[in-house]
Antibody, heavy 117, light 107 residues
Framework: EVQLLESGGGLVQPGGSLRLSCAASGFTFSSHSMYWVRQAPGKGLEWVSAISGGGHSTNYGDSVRGRFTISRDNSKNTLYLQMNSLRAEDTAVYYC??????????WGQGALVTVSS | EIVMTQSPATLSVSPGERATLSCRASQSVSSNLAWYQQKPGQAPRLLFYGASTRATGIPARFSGSGSGTEFTLTISSLQSEDFAVYYCQQYNNWPRTFGQGTKVEIK
């Protein structure tokens, strides 16, 4: 059974940093691109970032490029999102998702990040 | 970036009726389009990929169509469990983008 479990969310002050983790199991982690998608309270889905299976290729949404860094450790079956220079508008539930083709067939339950003073 | 526009924002439908949701891309995404369903407090669930291929376990009352810039998700006879928010997403270009969602509510 595929499982994705996010952790690392919490309350952080504007300008601060936070690192999210997503522990994966039930599939060959290194064979799949992985993604982060976020959802602000009461809002729609926003695509955040992607990383290839080997970790050599990454992509970012315009709103986070230059502030967020996606990475993975295939030996630990874990995906990461390092978030720096956080802003109030980064407040959201952050989902990790498993890629297949270009769509996402499995999603975690999400980690809440709140940016507030 | 490609802008995905969904319509309507809210669709009020009675159980058993047909629901038709639209998704338009600001430029062609070929057939590289997915649909997701999201219920309150839950993660999204993949419904379709490749615009019209049902994901595993998705009932046949759901159908997807379209290519290029115009896409449609149809639910032939709404069941109580289908009332949710539906999102389209293109995966033809970087960055990937989602539509703003269509909420299907009980009439």
């Amino acid at each position: 059974e595929v499982q994705l479990l996010e952790s690392g969310g919490g309350l952080v002050q504007p300008g601060g940093s936070l690192r999210l983790s997503c522990a994966a199991s039930g599939f060959t982690f290194s064979s799949h691109s992985m993604y982060w998608v976020r959802q602000a309270p009461g809002k729609g889905l926003e695509w955040v970032s992607a990383i290839s299976g080997g970790g050599h290729s990454t992509n970012y949404g315009d709103s986070v490029r230059g502030r967020f860094t996606i990475s993975r450790d295939n030996s630990k079956n874990t995906l990461y999102l390092q978030m720096n220079s956080l802003r109030a508008e980064d407040t959201a539930v952050y989902y990790c998702a498993k890629g297949v083709r270009g769509d996402y067939d499995y999603w975690g339950q999400g980690a809440l990040v709140t940016v507030s003073s | 970036e490609i802008v995905m526009t969904q319509s309507p924002a809210t669709l009020s439908v009675s159980p058993g009726e047909r629901a038709t949701l639209s998704c338009r891309a600001s430029q062609s995404v070929s057939s590289n389009l997915a649909w997701y369903q999201q219920k309150p407090g839950q993660a999204p669930r993949l419904l379709f990929y490749g615009a019209s291929t049902r994901a595993t376990g998705i009932p046949a009352r759901f159908s997807g169509s379209g290519s290029g810039t115009e896409f449609t998700l149809t639910i032939s006879s709404l069941q109580s469990e289908d009332f949710a928010v539906y999102y389209c997403q293109q995966y033809n270009n970087w960055p990937r983008t989602f539509g703003q969602g269509t909420k299907v509510e009980i009439k």
